[in-house]
């Protein structure tokens, strides 16, 4: 049965880092594209990174060249390393399974979430 947990997130000040993990299970992680997102309160959900099973990175441009997708396959975890970190990136981001390379069909595996507050 699929499973993602998600953690790492906690309280940064504006400039600073996090590093996100998704443990993924039930699963061969290395054959799907994953995807993270990110909901803010009162925020429509956002797509965030897009990553195919090959390693291909698509990254909002709200956030490229600030934050960065890894995938270790032989630990069943994709990593979302975020520096210069922004008031706006304060959310609840969720790693999640995609049906498409595009990260634009169907996409499963939501659980809890990690929430990450950005604040001074």
């Known amino acids: 049965q699929l499973q993602l947990v998600e953690s790492g997130g906690g309280l940064v000040q504006p400039g600073g880092s996090l590093r996100l993990s998704c443990v993924a299970s039930?699963?061969?992680?290395?054959?799907?594209?994953m995807a993270w997102f990110r909901q803010a309160p009162g925020k429509e959900r956002e797509e965030v990174s897009c990553?195919?099973?090959?390693?291909?990175?698509v990254y909002a441009d709200s956030v490229k060249g600030r934050f960065t997708v890894t995938r270790d396959n032989a630990k069943s975890t994709v990593y979302l390393q975020m520096n210069s970190l922004k008031l706006e990136d304060t959310a609840v981001y969720h790693c999640v399974r995609a049906e498409r390379s595009d990260c634009a069909g169907y996409l499963e595996g939501w659980g809890q979430g990690t929430l990450v507050t950005v604040s001074s």
């Open positions: 039930g699963f061969n992680l290395d054959a799907y594209t």
């Open positions: 990553t195919t099973s090959g390693g291909r990175t």
